[in-house]
């Protein structure tokens, strides 16, 4: 475990520290002049300076060193003690004033560090979930991504700002005091106990390190749950009308209270062995400092040895209680980082070809499937040996019950997903050949939900094409028969949509989604029951439009409505997979009764 998470560790070192690597430096060097100045000024001078503020010449007893190591002070002391005095004072401050400083700067350092770690860690995490096949996200739910990008990202953060100034400087300290007292103690032929002393420090890192391993697992259960709970409030969030038309209100609170005791539970369990460090170390620094009393006392130590020696196992053990808190915080990251590192190793199984091709200019929109089987879990095919030529410039009807194959036949052209078997052309390209952004610059897609961003009617039909004129964007929406609506209100375009397009209604959002179509000018366009919102009244004012839109462009119409379909020059029936019926819509209502029923079930005209 201990190996897994060294090697977890590395993968996040390499990816996000070594670009900040000057600001790193920059820290430890700081946080090195910290141990330093606590784990060898502070009792270097507890030892040397308070004897020479207490030094009184007729008292006798040895001159102090300080004064050996001045020479010229030996004179000023009998001329001007007061002088000698103020020297020797003067070090304190100076030396708290180094301490302080680098601790500011140590701090100053580490925070921008972490700040700016968690951010490329963010922003890699968002730009990777971006990049993975949409079959990832639909294999995990949303909330628990949400989680990941933002909440462990932030535990991330907290342990970069809060805990690494602390794994910077402690462990070094720690060793910088031990050094110290290793020095202290050969000075005073008691090598034997630095060697107990350095057992005790041991003993008391054993519990750190096996709470550390429980610490991790805790964490990682802890964040999991975060994320159920966020799927849970997502999930409320997103059916508000549902819950509320069926009367599940207690149901959910019941599911909302059930997940929450889980998290809870799992956190409790995780500040448990959190702080359980804390007692050990207490425990450890003062067997060490009542061994360290007697054995000094057996030796005839003086008080200023003693403290001097006292203030180095201080700092050692404070820096190993300061440091195994931010392990067990670093453990607690381990979590985070796991359930990170999980998104960001997932392999991307549609990635874009090393030598990409070029479609030809002008792109015509030729599509063509050759042989192409398609499932979306082993051994449950959703598409057969499908072979379909479809011209440029060709309007088709995708029809067919409910499963039958059409969306996924739609959502092979974008290289949503990966074909299994064979091949799908555009322009003769295979679509696994040529970079998958220029593939989809080729495509509009209005979909069946037409889900839209937190922003502005105008902002929402720019995503088609951002280069778009404004004189565009107002044709567009005009060719979506959004001109009343818009007319209605004052702001026209400029009205906000509200997150998703909740303030507009199902009709309305498919119109801006129609509009951002329209704007996009692409040459195959992919309608996937792009009508399904809208009144049959809605419906009729814009079929004429999207004749218009069809003309010279593929188009695909994937329909339940089969009065969506009055254009369509050609239809491809599909069942259980199989193209089973191509053809006019007057050909297959002659040749196929499963169209022909398909079609009488609806009563059109």
Not at 281 to 291: G, R
Not at 484 to 495: V, Y
Not at 538 to 562: M, W, Y
Request: charged share 20%.
């Amino acid at each position: 475990m201990m190996r897994q998470a060294v090697k977890r560790v590395l993968f996040f070192v390499r990816l996000f520290l070594v670009p900040h690597i000057r600001l790193f430096g920059m820290a430890l060097l700081s946080g090195v002049l910290v141990s330093l100045t606590s784990g060898l000024g502070i009792p270097l001078m507890v030892k040397y300076v308070f004897p020479v503020v207490f030094y009184t010449p007729d008292q006798g007893g040895e001159m102090p060193k300080l004064f050996e190591y001045f020479p010229r002070l030996q004179a000023l002391q009998v001329e001007d003690p007061q002088f000698v005095l103020l020297i020797a004072c003067a070090v304190m401050p100076v030396t708290f004033l180094i301490r302080g400083l680098a601790m500011w700067g140590n701090g100053m350092m580490v925070s921008l560090l972490g700040v700016r770690i968690s951010a490329t860690l963010r922003m890699e995490v968002f730009r990777k979930v971006l990049q993975l096949p949409i079959s990832f996200m639909e294999r995990r739910e949303k909330g628990d991504v949400i989680s990941r990008v933002v909440s462990d990202t932030g535990v991330v953060q907290q342990v970069l700002t809060r805990v690494a100034d602390d794994l910077f400087k402690q462990p070094i300290t720690c060793l910088v005091a031990i050094a110290t007292f290793l020095w202290m103690m050969l000075q005073n032929d008691q090598f034997g106990l630095f060697l107990l002393n350095a057992l005790l420090i041991l003993v008391a890192f054993l519990p750190i390190y096996q709470f550390g391993k429980r610490i991790s697992v805790k964490a990682h259960r802890a964040l999991t749950g975060l994320g159920k709970l966020n799927t849970v409030v997502q999930q409320n969030l997103e059916t508000m009308r549902e819950v509320r038309a069926y009367s599940m209100e207690a149901r959910q609170i019941q599911e909302f209270t059930r997940t929450m005791d889980e998290y809870c539970h799992n956190s409790v369990k995780l500040v448990k062995y959190q702080r359980a460090v804390i007692p050990f170390m207490e425990v450890a620094t003062s067997i060490a400092l009542v061994v360290l009393l007697v054995r000094g006392y057996e030796c005839g130590a003086s008080l200023n040895d003693f403290l001097a020696m006292a203030a180095v196992l201080f700092f050692a053990f404070d820096s190993m209680k300061k440091a195994g808190n931010a392990f067990n915080r670093l453990n607690e990251g381990q979590g985070a980082l796991r359930r990170l590192e999980e998104i960001l190793v997932e392999p991307n199984t549609m990635p874009d070809p090393v030598a990409p091709a070029s479609f030809p200019e002008p792109v015509r929109g030729d599509i063509e499937f050759r042989d192409v089987s398609f499932a979306y879990e082993p051994g449950q095919p959703v598409l057969q040996h499908i072979n379909v030529h479809i011209p440029a410039g060709q309007v088709v009807g995708l029809v067919g019950s409910s499963g039958a194959g059409k969306t996924t036949f739609a959502a092979l052209i974008p290289r949503f997903y990966d074909v299994c078997e064979g091949a799908v052309l555009v322009d003769g390209l295979d679509v696994r050949d040529v970079r998958v952004h220029d593939l989809r610059e080729q495509l509009a897609l209005v979909g069946q939900q037409a889900l839209l961003f937190s922003g502005t009617v105008r902002e929402n039909i720019r995503m088609g094409r951002p280069d778009a004129t404004d004189e565009e964007i107002r044709a567009a929406a005009e060719a979506a028969a959004l001109g009343s609506f818009l007319d209605s209100g004052k702001k026209g375009l400029d009205i906000s949509v509200g997150e998703g397009g909740g303030s507009l209604s199902g009709g309305q959002r498919q119109r801006v989604a129609l509009a951002r179509a329209f704007v996009k000018n692409a040459p195959i366009l992919v309608l996937d029951e792009a009508t399904a919102s809208l009144d049959a009244e809605s419906e009729r004012d814009i079929q004429q439009e999207l004749e218009k839109l069809s003309a010279g462009r593929t188009t695909l119409i994937v329909a339940h409505r089969f009065s969506t379909l009055r254009h369509a020059q050609r239809i491809l029936l599909f069942e259980h997979g199989h193209i089973v019926a191509d053809g006019s819509h007057e050909e297959l209502y002659a040749s196929s009764p499963l169209y022909k029923e398909l079609y009488d079930r609806q009563g059109i005209d």
